[in-house]
């Protein structure tokens, strides 16, 4: 029996395993590099359930970011990262504690550069902040682009 591929994997790969626990973790994901594939697979590790939200062009603007990579295609590359099983768009600040009792988060992960800014949502769920992958980020990668634009273009 012939199958045809489908052209899009579903957005929800498999349900939430409830003896792991659900995680959210939240990021712009802009020029995504191993940094993200890590932090996933710590989350993964501890957690049956990863949902990850990617901030949306406009969010960004808002927060005084401009991403390299549009959004679309931002999400669309942490959907196909295989330790991700939801992803959503991020589009406000507010939207955390809506998601968290939306999908049943059970921890809120974040780098530890953020940590103990989200404290305040340890009434929910619990609140954890994982070491940074050292040496690697798109702001490091960003301006290693710029100066090798600008060294190449001498």
Known sequence: MKTTAQPHRPQLRAAPDARSGTALTYGTYDLFHVGHVRLFRRIKERYGFLVVAVS?????????????????????????????????????????????????ISAFVMGDDWSGKFDHLRSLCQVLYLPRTTGISSTALKAGVKVGAAVSAV
């Open 56 to 104: 949306t062009d406009e969010f960004n603007a808002i927060k005084g970011k401009r991403s390299t990579v549009p959004f679309e295609d931002r999400i669309e590359i942490v959907r196909a990262c295989r330790y991700v099983d939801l992803a959503i768009a991020e589009s406000d600040w507010a939207q955390k504690e809506h998601d968290i009792r939306e999908y049943g």
